[in-house]
């Protein structure tokens, strides 16, 4: 009875706090929030405090990374795996054993791009209506189907329609594993967790390439090279489905791997990021509205086109551009191992200087700065010095730093459920569309030294330097404006940003002027606003990262 008496007094203490907070609309009009509307923490534990100590950050951390980054990591390389052992099977016979023609191949290759681009506006609907639980596994279980539908092929046809599958079922992935790392990670701590699963992209490559040589070394007169590594790689996923299910939590309120009381702690540790706890909410159409109309939302989108396009002088025509430099089949082949192990390193080198220096504009803009004298090394020396050029090319590894630093970027500057996964969503499309576009830079006419494709790509990177600059004066600018609107609201102008601390510290429950609280979006306390699914542009306690 003394239970049951408890509880409702806390329920009636959880509605009174409910209503209290109030959202704006993109047309200025303030209403309640609705329950079914907030973040799954507002509802669990509504705006109850819990004190949360270093030893308590450091143990939730801990588990967090033990739970879930290792699953995003290994589902990331599964899906590097499966979309680059292509380029291996055509080593060992694809073009033949299937009777492909002309650019049949090529256009085999640019599907996947192709089909994820087509399906962004669909992923991102799903991304806020599927818990991750459920869709992660499917999305993983299906794109493996369609890896072992690629072994089953034998014509143009059938691998043009497994391909396009392919890319179609990974469209979620990368925007599905931005999210969940913005909803289980403290924002100074997402660029690292980031680089983690980001940087199996070049061990995918890697482990891509010990595959196709062990099972290239198989004969059977009755399945070809391709369909044996397709076969592996793609039972290999679907078996992964299952697992991914069982493990996987949906956010920090719900984790199974911590004990109650620390799934109110883990809440309240990610209380100074304001951009919530959960993948998963109602879909607000207001929020897509106000995706789609600020600056912000297209240099993003700009600086990932850009980059993308640039790094087909490396994904797709690094060797080529070796070979041009003078080098057999055979020493571009090796040269090219060092290469991959420098991207790997690099990532990991942007992601900490960002954690350290808690900057990333700069990182990004020093990371830019050696690919560009290289692109200008490559374009101007004459093809006598090969040392050099080299050299050169090797500076071109300094561009995969930046892809990990603009999704945690854009991630930690987007809040509200449905406008975060339109902005992820719309990073991926960018990055499918630069896969597609690059290509195109480096034609057979400008074999062998791509001297137009080099000038092409030095001046995309001199405009993604810029697009960088633009979008921290943006960034500044908007702080600005927001300290204007605290003042308004009776709120100090300057918030300390406790997401950035390197260690954790407790966000400040400072009481604001009684007078004003009718015009501010949250209660009488700072920090309110966190799990009420605001977009950044309507928290006014919201502090933007550059």
């Not at 062990?214 to 399945?223: E, K, L, M, V």
């Not at 607000?284 to 700009?302: R, S």
């Not at 993308?308 to 551009?321: D, E, R």
């Not at 569309?433 to 001199?462: E, Q, S, V």
């Amino acid at each position: 009875m003394m239970t049951d008496k408890h509880d409702a007094i806390q329920q009636e203490d959880v509605q009174k706090s409910e209503s209290h907070h109030v959202e704006h609309t993109t047309h200025g009009l303030v209403a309640e929030v609705s329950p079914e509307k907030a973040d799954p923490a507002f509802r669990q534990f509504g705006d109850e405090r819990i004190e949360v100590t270093e030893e308590d950050n450091k143990r939730i951390l801990r588990r967090t990374d033990l739970f879930i980054l290792p699953l995003l990591a290994w589902v990331y390389w599964l899906q590097i795996l499966d979309k680059t052992i292509l380029g291996y099977a055509a080593t060992f016979g694809l073009k033949a054993d299937a009777h492909l023609v002309g650019n049949q191949y090529s256009t085999i290759g640019s599907l996947n791009a192709i089909a994820q681009l087509a399906w962004q506006p669909f992923s991102s609907y799903l991304l806020v209506r599927v818990k991750p639980r459920h869709l992660m596994p499917v999305i993983v279980s299906c794109w493996g189907i369609a890896c072992c539908g690629i072994a089953a092929s034998t014509n143009f046809g059938g691998l043009a329609a497994s391909r396009f599958l392919l890319g179609l079922f990974e469209a979620a992935c990368l925007p599905l594993f931005s999210i969940l790392t913005a909803v289980w990670y403290r924002r100074a701590e997402q660029p690292l967790r980031v680089a983690i699963w980001y940087g199996t992209n070049g061990l995918g490559t890697i482990m891509a390439s010990v595959f196709a040589y062990g099972f290239g070394s198989i004969t059977n007169p009755a399945i070809h090279h391709y369909q044996i590594l397709f076969l592996f790689c793609g039972l290999l996923t679907v078996l992964t489905g299952p697992f991914i299910y069982w493990r996987l939590d949906n956010s920090v309120s719900e984790a199974r791997f911590l004990t109650p009381e620390d799934r109110h702690k883990g809440v309240e540790r990610l209380r100074a990021n304001n951009t919530g706890t959960a993948a998963t909410n109602t879909y607000k159409w207001y929020q897509v509205k106000e995706a789609l109309l600020e600056i912000q939302t297209y240099v993003f989108f700009g600086m990932t086109l850009l980059l993308n396009v640039g790094a087909s002088v490396t994904t797709v025509f690094g060797p080529l551009v070796l070979q041009g430099l003078g080098y057999d089949r055979y020493r571009t082949s090796l040269l090219n191992m060092p290469f991959g192990a420098l991207q790997i390193l690099i990532v990991w080198a942007a992601s900490y200087c960002t954690y350290h220096f808690r900057n990333k504009s700069i990182t990004i803009c020093v990371f830019i700065v050696p690919v560009i004298a290289g692109l200008a090394m490559l374009w101007a020396l004459p093809r006598d010095n090969q040392g050099l050029l080299l050299f050169a090319y090797y500076l071109l590894a300094f561009l995969f730093g930046a892809n990990p630093l603009i999704i945690s970027w854009l991630s930690a500057n987007t809040a509200g459920s449905t406008k975060r996964s339109i902005s992820i969503s719309g990073f991926n499309g960018a990055a499918a569309a630069g896969n597609i576009i690059g290509p195109l830079l480096y034609t057979d006419d400008d074999a062998p030294l791509y001297h137009k494709g080099l000038k092409a790509t030095l001046i995309i990177f001199i405009a993604l330097f810029v697009c960088v600059i633009l979008q921290t004066v943006n960034f500044v600018i908007l702080n600005r404006l927001k300290e204007r609107e605290r003042v308004k609201n009776g709120k100090p102008a300057k918030i300390h940003d406790a997401s950035m601390d390197k260690k954790y510290t407790q966000q400040a429950e400072e009481k604001m002027d009684d007078s004003k609280l009718e015009s501010s979006t949250t209660g009488a306390h700072l920090g309110g606003n966190a799990f009420l699914d605001l977009t950044d542009r309507e928290n006014d306690e919201f502090v933007y990262v550059y």
